[in-house]
């Protein structure tokens, strides 16, 4: 019998060889962006070039997130979905896109005429950000000055009305004397009571960053030749969770199925919703009360943010308590 399969085996040996004899040896050339897109590829973690060129992409460090506001959209109560950039503006809207150009030679300037109530606008970022500083430019040439007297606001986003888009605002800071400098900045802290164990979890009360979606800056005192030129929000790196689906990745749930995936959204309105008191004695597994995330390729990661919200806000029914414990 071995034999037999001995002869059968060299039989196709001959049979294969017979098969490839006067066939060249060859190279597949992909040398076009439509090729690779037939391709199975990890969305926007890779970069195609016209040529057929590929190249990973670039996730960085130290971003302006105000730059890009524009790129984001999130659906609101009040005007449906929209992107991010200016929200609004109380005077002065012609030129109230300028604060997040990216260029410091151009520069919302109000109308002076205008009532001291109507000198104000508000950034929306689009999505929520972990932002360490917020910087404010100011011109400083021929007939355009800094402001002397402002007030800036942060807001994280989420509504403290479940019918309108209400926000709660927090001062940031404001002017105690008048301003002359082109360039201020403003460091973002975050005092949470600390509860984490374990190794290279952090274990201060003190964070170095603040949750922002929206940026309000006041004018305090009505001034004939001051402008802003750029509102900056500067955040520890980009948030790669966003991405998520794009790149093919997806997360599951044990409860809440479909509202699990608002964890990786940006957006402070949406939540996984868990109720684990009465499943704490059980396995987890069976409990319901975790998740498992695929980020759809993989990353070196430099931090990872859990956000619940505080108790009493609007959209999280007013009675939901926070995230007190986790393991990972």
Avoid: C
Wanted: proline residues 2%; hydrophobic residues 40%.
């Amino acid at each position: 019998m071995n034999k037999r399969r001995g002869v059968w085996l060299l039989a196709n040996l001959f049979l294969l060889t017979a098969l490839f004899q006067g066939v060249e040896a060859g190279s597949y050339r992909i040398n076009s962006r439509t090729q690779w897109q037939k391709w199975d590829l990890p969305g926007e973690s890779v970069l195609l070039g016209n040529d057929g060129s590929v190249r990973l992409r670039r996730y960085k460090r130290n971003i302006n997130a105000a730059a890009n506001a524009s790129e984001f959209e999130h659906l609101t109560k009040d005007d449906g979905l929209v992107f991010g950039g200016v929200r609004r503006v109380g005077s002065g809207r012609a030129t109230a896109a300028r604060v997040i150009d990216n260029d410091v030679q151009s520069w919302w300037q109000p109308n002076s005429r205008d009532d001291l109530e109507d000198l104000w606008l508000e950034v929306d970022l689009g999505r929520t950000v972990l932002a360490d500083r917020i910087r404010l430019v100011f011109p400083d040439t021929l007939g355009v000055r800094p402001f002397r007297n402002f007030s800036l606001f942060t807001a994280e986003g989420a509504r403290t009305s479940l019918k309108n888009d209400v926000f709660q605002f927090t001062r940031l800071g404001s002017t105690i004397e008048p301003n002359t400098e082109t360039v201020i900045d403003y460091d973002l802290r975050i005092i949470d009571p600390a509860g984490a164990t374990g190794t290279y979890l952090v274990t201060d009360d003190t964070l170095s960053f603040n949750v922002v979606q929206y940026i309000r800056f006041v004018v305090d005192e009505v001034q004939d030749d001051a402008g802003l030129a750029e509102i900056e929000v500067w955040t520890p790196g980009e948030n790669i969770a966003l991405g998520t689906l794009n790149r093919g990745g997806n997360i599951v749930s044990g409860t809440d199925t479909e509202g699990v995936a608002s964890v990786m959204d940006g957006d402070m309105n949406e939540w996984w919703s868990v109720t684990a008191e009465r499943d704490a004695a059980a396995d987890w597994v069976f409990g319901g009360s975790w998740y498992e995330w695929d980020l759809g390729a993989t990353f070196w990661l430099d931090r990872h943010v859990a956000l619940s919200f505080r108790q009493g806000f609007g959209t999280s029914g007013g009675g939901n308590n926070r995230q007190h414990g986790f393991i990972m």
